[in-house]
């Protein structure tokens, strides 16, 4: 049995051989290990750091565009109680020649949805869905319109003082549509980048007051069975985790 002074001398040695990343010393179960050399960070650096600031704020979207949905009302706050398509028919009486930005709608989609209560098979106002996406507490109001050429425009409608507000609007060639957590996810065909999809993740923002494109990014998807996949029917499904992408301003023309 070796001296207690020689089992604390070795012990020291071994510390400071670890110290100095030598090995062969003997390691204690559930012991401190080494991961090994970190890689040192390294912070933005700022090019051009002589531009001028900009002076012309940049061309609005609008993307932070609210409205209040005319004649609506909505007992408790509680968009369960709301019926999706007369609050989709009271917005196009509200705008009925507005065919572009927020508001916009096709012509053609118009009349099919001021025909929803004579003509339900060909009403372009799909299943709503419920999410509480502000963190309110309560749920919005999730909205899907079919529109021409595989378009899909979406709204989202905040109940709030009896009523409701629309606190989202966009239109585009849709694949799909997904909530992750309290964001609203578009996946979008990429135009002229065969074997691409956008993806925007809309969020809401309290400033704002309203649901903002928050990430956006161009994303390469698995190729399908040809060179040149068909783009899916738009729909809107459960909530599955995604990655965002952009998302254009509708630009309908009317018939």
Not at 36 to 48: E, I, M, Y
Not at 151 to 176: F, H, K, P, W
Not at 183 to 209: C, F, K, N
Request: hydrophobic content about 40%; some cysteine.
């Amino acid at each position: 049995m070796k001296p207690r002074g020689t089992q604390f001398a070795a012990g020291v040695l071994c510390a400071l051989a670890l110290v100095g990343g030598a090995v062969g010393c003997g390691r204690n179960e559930g012991g401190l290990e080494s991961a090994g050399a970190t890689p040192a960070a390294a912070g933005p650096v700022r090019l051009w750091p002589d531009l001028p600031p900009a002076t012309d704020p940049p061309i609005d979207y609008g993307e932070s565009d609210t409205e209040r949905v005319p004649g609506i009302a909505v007992p408790d706050n509680d968009v369960h109680s709301v019926d999706a398509v007369a609050v989709v028919t009271a917005e196009v009486r509200a705008h009925p020649d507005t065919y572009s930005g927020p508001d916009g709608m096709y012509a053609e989609t118009a009349r099919a949805v001021r025909a929803c209560g004579t003509a339900p098979a060909a009403c372009p106002v799909m299943r709503p869905y419920y999410r509480d996406l502000t963190g309110n507490g309560r749920d919005e109001l999730i909205v899907g319109i079919r529109m021409p050429d595989q378009q899909v425009g979406v709204r989202v409608y905040l109940a709030e003082n009896g009523g409701l507000t629309r606190i989202m609007s966009t239109v585009d060639q849709v694949i799909s549509v997904e909530l992750a957590g309290r964001d609203l996810i578009m996946r979008v065909a990429s135009a002229g980048i065969p074997g691409y999809e956008y993806r925007t993740a809309w969020s809401w923002d309290e400033q704002q007051h309203s649901m903002l494109p928050t990430r956006d990014e161009i994303v390469r998807v698995k190729p399908g069975p040809s060179a040149t996949p068909a783009v899916p029917a738009p729909r809107l499904v459960s909530p599955t985790p995604a990655v965002p992408a952009p998302v254009s301003p509708p630009a309908p023309l009317p018939v």
